[in-house]
């Protein structure tokens, strides 16, 4: 019989346990920092989503002061035209206000470039606060981000922006907005002693990083998303708008046009007009204060865009018509036609109501009407009523409807 050797059966067990031990304690050690570490991020997690919480409930925004915007930079920067780099001297940012996540809003959603212009009017402010509300209200929410240009006079100082803000808080991943001090430009064509903010949107192109913009005047509902509006093909044109119920205003310039359009609701195409060198035709034009401008920047697009001008859809343009009747009178008028089907649909599901038909404004209480061009005199036998009502509506879902009120003859809440 074999003899066992002991001392190797004693080394074998000897580094089995050794083997073992030190196993043991390399998995109890890796166990425990997993663990340890698992603890961390939770916490990390906790304190991150927190964090995420209290931004979102707090609707924390951003502004940045001056020339910090960095595409108005880029953009001027690309300008070779000397008088283009005469001009944009004289614009810089007065504000830049946006959400801390906006970034993150802006890469999953459409975005959709809006400009207007605006002066130190305390009572337009608030018209202008009110239809800004109606698209924010009306958009869609999940797919939509405006960024609004906002061309302002000198006389329109940061404290005038601050009525703006709560639309910032309240949409937060949904607009931005951009504030230009457009300085003296166009002093030569003063209006009515204000500073001249309707030719201001005719240079855009200069400026601003887009290959479109919807122009918007503050006298306008906007009742709808306005994507499809903003995407529109352009089919060559320099312009889209609605056709205007004064159709020979440019006749005597020479030009029998049978497309004459309002220029409160357009949509320019500001490749197009930068390609064809276009802003230069502008500029001399509104510079040459021999050259009468019967209706301001109205007459100037409908007089250099000739023929390269389009229509929009009647639902992104239509004027503050009552019924059927109205629209037969306004279809009479124009010189190229509508299908009334088109107009009706428009009239029953409007996407934009520019409210133009009547003076005083729709939002104002009076008894008669001086103008009037579907010719209804009182108020209460007037489809002004009804837009009167619709403006109200949306007013008073703002926080300054107590201000409202007091300039547009509201004694009480109405809503």
């Known amino acids: 019989m074999k003899k066992k050797n002991i001392y190797n059966i004693k080394k074998k067990k000897y580094f089995k346990l050794r083997y073992k031990k030190k196993k043991s304690n390399f998995f109890s050690f890796f166990i425990i920092k997993i663990f340890f570490s698992l603890i961390l991020f939770l916490i990390y997690g906790l304190f ?7 931004d979102f409930n707090n609707n924390e925004i951003k502004i940045i002061k001056n020339n910090e915007y960095e595409i108005f930079n880029k953009m001027k920067s690309k300008l070779a035209d000397p008088l283009f780099k005469t001009l944009i001297k004289e614009i810089s940012i007065i504000k830049h206000i946006y959400s801390d996540k906006t970034k993150f809003f802006k890469r999953e959603k459409n975005i959709i470039n809006i ?7 305390e009572d337009f402010k608030y ?5 800004m509300f109606s698209l924010l209200f009306n958009c869609n929410k999940k797919n939509t981000f405006i960024i609004y240009h906002i061309l302002c006079s000198p006389d329109f100082n940061e404290s005038s922006i601050v009525i703006f803000e709560p639309l910032i808080r309240n949409y937060s991943e949904n607009v931005e907005m951009i504030f230009y001090n457009m300085g003296n430009l166009f002093m030569n064509r003063k209006i009515d002693k204000n500073p001249p903010v309707t030719f201001y949107r005719l240079i ?8 479109r913009i919807i122009h918007l005047d503050g006298d306008c509902l906007i009742l709808s998303d306005l994507y499809e509006m903003y ?3 352009f089919d060559g044109n320099y312009v889209l708008g609605f056709y205007d119920v004064i159709p020979d205003a440019v006749d005597y310039l020479g030009i029998n046009s049978t497309k004459y359009i309002n220029a409160g609701v357009i949509l320019l195409n500001l490749e197009k007009i930068i390609k064809d060198n276009k802003t230069k035709e502008i500029i001399d034009l509104i510079a040459n204060t021999d050259f009468k401008l019967n209706n301001y920047d109205q007459t100037v697009i409908n007089y250099l865009f000739y023929p390269k001008i389009g229509r929009l859809p009647s639902k992104y ?6 019924d059927k009747n109205d629209l037969i009178k306004y279809n009479d008028i124009i010189r190229t036609k509508i299908p009334i089907e088109e107009l009706e649909d428009a009239l029953n599901n409007p996407g934009v109501v520019h409210l133009v ?12 009407y001086r103008i009037c061009y579907t010719r209804c005199t009182e108020r209460n ?4 009523k009804k837009y009167f009502d619709l403006w109200h509506f949306y007013a008073n879902k703002t926080e300054y409807y107590e201000r409202i009120a007091s300039f547009t003859g509201v004694k009480k809440k109405i809503y």
């Open 357 to 368: 038909l009547c003076w005083p404004k729709a939002w104002l209480i009076t008894s008669n």
């Open 127 to 131: 018209i202008m606060y009110v239809s």
């Open 48 to 54: 991150a989503f927190l964090n995420i919480v209290s």
């Open 231 to 233: 995407n529109l093909n």
């Open 317 to 322: 343009g239509l004027f503050n018509f009552g």
């Open 204 to 211: 855009t192109p200069l400026f601003i990083d887009s290959d």
């Open 115 to 121: 400009e207007i212009g605006i002066n130190n009017n």
């Open 381 to 384: 036998d007037c489809r002004c």
